[in-house]
Every structure is written in C-alpha cells, then in structure tokens.
C-alpha cells in the first residue's frame, strides 16, 4: 500500500506523464517585398529608454448594424449575401448547413487506440462527443458537450464554441462543406490536441465577431455576454456609427453653421493606401505571428487607423522562397504580386473585392475577370482563346493566374493564390526559412523602444514554448530594459520571469508574477505560470495555493485539477484529492493520470475496489511505446 504522506522524490515521479493541453498553430510565412526591414536580433538592447505613454481609447459610439440599415437598406440586403456577414452566430440562430444525417461521426487513431467523434442535433440544441470504446473493457468513456456558438461562413469551414463556467471553449469537432464532412477542427492532431479544454482567445473571437468587450476583471475569460454582434457588421469597416447619425440627423439650422463640417463616417475608398487596406488587415494579415503594442488589445483597432498602430507584424524575408498559401495570409501573397508592386498603392484588396456582396457561383468567373481586364484590357492575353477556352470554357483568368491551393492545415479545404502569378508555381511548393524581421509599410520605422518591446515579447514567448535558453539570453536584457520604462505592464513582467525561469533565476520569476497578482489577482494564466513552476521546485503550498485560486475561476483544466488532486494526495488529504481528480476526468476522461492520483487516494482511504478499477484504466490509457 503506498504510504499516506510520500516524499518530494515521490510527488515528481507522481506528475511523471502529466500532459499540458495545449496546441500550437505554426504559420510559416515568407515575403518577397522589398519595404520590410530586416533588423537583426542582438544581445545588447540593454540602452535607457523614454517612459511610454498608454495611447488614448479608441473611438466608442457604436449602435450596431441595424441602425445603418435604417438609412442603407439596399446595401444592407447586398450585404447579407457576403460570407461576412455570416461569420459568426449563436448555434441556435445560424443558418444550417451541416449534414446531421449521413456520416456523423469519424474515428482517428490514437496512442491510447481508435478514439471516435459524434455529432447529434435535437431540439435540446447541438452535441459533440467524442468516446472511447475497448474491445475487452468496453466503453471508457463517451465526453458529450453542447455547443453554443459557431464560428465561421461556412464557406471555408465551421468552429464551434461551448461554454463552461461562462467561458468559451472550442470543440475539437469542427464541419467542412467543401468536403462536406466533420473532421477534427483547425490546429488539431488525432491524439495531440486540446480536445475540450482550449480557450476562445480574443483575437480569434475579434476577427469573427462584430465586437467584442474585455472583462478587465476577467481579461482571459470570453463568453456570450462579451460580443457586441456576433457576425461583421457596419462598423467593422467603417468604424463606430454614433456621430455619423448625429451629423445627418442635424437641423437645418446646424447644418448651415457647420457647412464646412465633415462626416465622420470613415470611407475606406477615401483613405490612404496604408490605411485603406489596414480595415482589411485587421484580419487578414496573419504575418509569422503579431505583438500587440504597448497598451493595445485585438479589439483596438478602428477604420482610419494603420495597422500598425495596433500590432508589430513578424513576417520572414527571403526573396528567393515561394511563398505557401496558408489561411488568412492573402496580404504577404499579395504583397509579391506584380500588381500591387507596380500601382504605386493604387491596387488593393477593393481592386478586387466588393465589401458588400459577393458574385454568385454563376457570376464568379465573369465578375473576377472584369475585375483583371479593367487594368489589362489594353494587353489582353497572350495565350490563343483557342488554349484558354480547353482549360477554362468562361475563360477565366483566375483559374490559371490565381489557381486554388490545396491547405494543408486546413483539412479538405482550398485557397486562392493571391499571387498573381504570370505563369502560376506547382500546386506543391516548399517554403525555405528566412530571417525575422518586423514588417514596416513604407520607410515609417517604430521607435526603438517600441521594437525591443516587441522583439522581447516575441522571443520570450518562443524561448518558452521551445524551452530555448539561448533565445531566453536574447529577450531578457531587451523585457529588462523596457519595464523599467513601463514598470505596470503585466506582459513585460509576466514573459519576462518566465524568461528568467528558464534562466534558472527562481526567485525573481515568482517575484515578478506574484507582483501581477496583486494588482490582478484573476490573472489565469500568471496563476498557472506559478503553480506548475512553484511544483517542479517542490514549492507545495505556493503551488497549492496559486491552483485553488486558478481553479475557482477556471475549473475547466484538467492539468490544474490534477495537479491540484496530486498535492492534497501528497499531503495525505484524499477526500480532497478525490474530488479534484474526479473533476479532471469530468474535463478529459482520457487522462491516466487522474486515474493515478486516484488510485493513490483510495489506498489511502481503504477503498481497494475503487483504487484497482482505476488502476486498470490508469493502465489502458497510458498511450502505448
């Protein structure tokens, strides 16, 4: 029988096989585009800098989609037949397009054997499930949740959210039309995913949604309550609709005085090449990956602003690699395009696309091809109409220029290349890494504190993530140098210490995260940060602490409730180790290592029966060598 209060020595061999859930979406980007500026990362940013002043709010003013209608109605209803305005929904209200009939459900193998995926729809709402079945014990378990809120036109595909302690999550269930079948959702890999467990993230949500509001109480927790529209609207693009009411609906009285007023409605037309594809950018320029600047959050950004007011955009320079279609870069493809490099910012995302309305299927290659012969009409086509016509019977010009790439981390989908490719690549082409390097639009540079800031966060973040010492090395001394010109923002504090973890500087990590915590102590993830960390030192009760508290905002992690269930086993305490063990299983029944905690408890309490049945699945669910 294992002894009531084992050894430090035991507790590290208990958490032996403990899994953090989490998935990582790499997207490796590449731009032949000779603005971006290629600053090379160096170990002596270590120079004073000025104190940074937080931007002012953006503008507010909203009033939703509706109140434009009242004057726009016949761009409204153009608007309802574009994919934007489909964008997001709650699950009862979106327009259905699923097959909840024929093949509702897909296995994929597993380490731990053939896991299976089920969705069913009643009038109790939508389900996902996902089950394991063993041929000798039967059935393990079968997770059922229900989905709230869906994510996605629908053209590409569909992502769905359920809600747990009035929290998003994303199902690992995800529906694609273009091979109209459930499959696992974006990012995730059969056995090494999330599964139930990962959070809707802000910047997901503000790209789907109208408009979302941050709980400042609550800055990582979004729910029903914190979008303000679900599908894109009005005011995405054209920016907060209030004063442009006001201005329309002055007396004629006012509106003689102000005969020199301007309507502050933004026209994105009207603006500057930056800013005008900046509205479109807001979304579709994922980049290699983008840092929030000083002060910002991904809901900041309003129609009139640069892009990079808001983010510093990380892309890689080499001119010499193809570039790979991958969701959401349209603007590093066309960035390289032969069209917009020679218009001097007159071609744009508009040159192309009408915000309002998309062309029907019917429509689609003759509208496209007006689209191109407005600027190559003169020239034409070099290819016979004899050729062209073999290949394409209506002609079109995207089909051979612009052809569709097949996505590779996006199952079953495909993706325009917006290249413009005069003589298109083949279909399978593979992109070689480049430098880093912060994409800046024009010869417009950050200042260097705003660079460092960026850098730092950049690389503490993959210094983490890979446990890379050496990139740890690289952030510290440029975090360092900027907090103390911004010594309140939490991020610095928080990447920082987990650079200097990595660094072996214990004491001043945990400094600097229980420094968040006593401005804001809901703080999810610096309260994970210290109790994982806090553990691997056999720091027991700051561990036990910082996960009880973690716990009570977010219960929906089975990594804390089993390393929370650990400590009270260690500390002989079972009843308590029961009870959050028994809760991480409710989260993700196919980890073992509840099952080992429990085994543990019941010994403890006597309970033989209970602590051999969990040692069997303890067994069967270790994923196999």
């Not at 971006?36 to 160096?42: D, H, K, S, T």
């Not at 063993?134 to 989905?147: E, H, M």
């Amino acid at each position: 029988m294992l002894s009531q209060r084992p050894s430090s020595q035991r507790l590290a061999r208990v958490l032996v096989g403990l899994l953090v859930a989490g998935a990582i979406c790499v997207v490796i980007s590449v731009l032949q585009e000779t603005k971006v500026r290629n600053e090379q990362v160096v170990t002596d940013a270590t120079s004073p800098h000025s104190v940074l002043q937080k931007p002012m709010p953006p503008p507010q003013g909203y009033v939703g989609g509706e109140a434009c209608r009242m004057c726009h109605e016949k761009i409204w209803q153009q608007y309802q037949s574009h994919s934007m305005s489909r964008s997001s929904a709650i699950v009862s209200e979106a327009t259905e397009i699923e097959d909840f009939d024929q093949r509702t459900s897909f296995d994929t193998e597993t380490p731990i054997g053939t896991v299976n995926y089920r969705v069913e729809s009643s009038d109790e709402g939508q389900f996902h499930h996902e089950s394991l079945t063993d041929p000798v014990l039967g059935q393990i378990y079968d997770q059922r949740v229900k989905v709230e809120f869906v994510i996605g036109s629908g053209n590409v595909g569909r992502t769905y959210l359920h809600v747990q302690k009035d929290c998003f999550f994303v199902s690992p269930i995800a529906w694609y039309p273009q091979g109209a079948k459930w499959d696992l959702s974006l990012g995730y890999r059969p056995g090494r995913h999330p599964r139930f467990e990962r959070k809707a993230t802000q910047l997901c949500l503000t790209c789907h949604t109208d408009r979302v509001v941050v709980d400042e109480e609550y800055p990582e927790r979004f729910n029903l309550a914190s979008i303000q529209g679900s599908a894109i609207s009005c005011e995405r693009c054209h920016g907060p609709g209030r004063d442009h009411i006001a201005f329309h609906d002055r007396s004629p009285n006012q509106a003689s005085h102000e005969a020199d007023a301007i309507d502050p409605i933004v026209n994105p037309v009207k603006l500057d090449a930056e800013r005008r594809e900046s509205v479109c950018w807001q979304c579709h320029f994922s980049a290699d990956d983008r840092v929030l600047r000083y002060g910002r959050n991904h809901a900041d950004f309003r129609p009139g602003m640069s892009f990079d007011e808001i983010w510093v955009p990380f892309v890689r320079n080499d001119v010499e690699a193809p570039i790979p279609v991958e969701p959401v870069n349209h603007v590093e493809q066309i960035l390289v395009s032969k069209c917009y490099r020679r218009s001097d910012g007159r071609f744009g995302c508009l040159s192309c696309h009408d915000a309002h309305s998309l062309p029907t299927p019917e429509e689609k290659d003759r509208f496209y091809r007006a689209k191109c012969l407005a600027c190559h009409n003169n020239r034409g086509c070099s290819v016979p109409i004899e050729l062209r016509i073999q290949s394409s019977e209506s002609d079109s010009c995207v089909e051979c220029h612009m052809p569709p790439q097949r996505l590779d981390r996006l199952s079953h989908t495909s993706q325009t290349d917006h290249r413009i490719l005069r003589s298109p690549m083949p279909k399978e082409t593979t992109a070689r890494k480049s430098e880093l390097a912060i994409f800046h639009f024009g010869d417009r540079q950050l200042p260097q504190i705003e660079q460092d800031l960026a850098w730092g966060l950049y690389l503490g973040k993959e210094a983490e993530s890979r446990r890379n010492v050496t990139q740890a090395r690289l952030a510290e001394p440029r975090l360092a140098a900027v907090l103390k010109a911004v010594p309140d923002d939490d991020e610095i504090q928080e990447v920082l210490g987990g650079c200097e973890a990595l660094l072996g500087q214990t004491d001043r990590a945990k400094d600097r995260w229980r420094t968040i915590l006593k401005r804001h102590p809901n703080t999810e993830r610096v309260l994970l940060r210290l109790a994982v960390f806090s553990m691997d030192q056999n720091d027991v009760a700051t561990a036990r602490n910082a996960l009880i508290q973690y716990s009570k905002i977010n219960p929906w992690n089975s990594d804390a409730q089993a390393r929370l269930a650990a400590i009270y086993a260690y500390e002989g305490q079972f009843e308590a180790a029961i009870h959050s063990a028994t809760l991480a299983l409710d989260v993700n029944p196919s980890n073992a290592f509840p099952h080992n905690v429990l085994v543990q408890a019941c010994q403890g309490l006597g309970k033989r029966q209970e602590a051999q049945k969990h040692l069997i699945l303890a067994r069967r669910l270790m994923p196999a060598k």
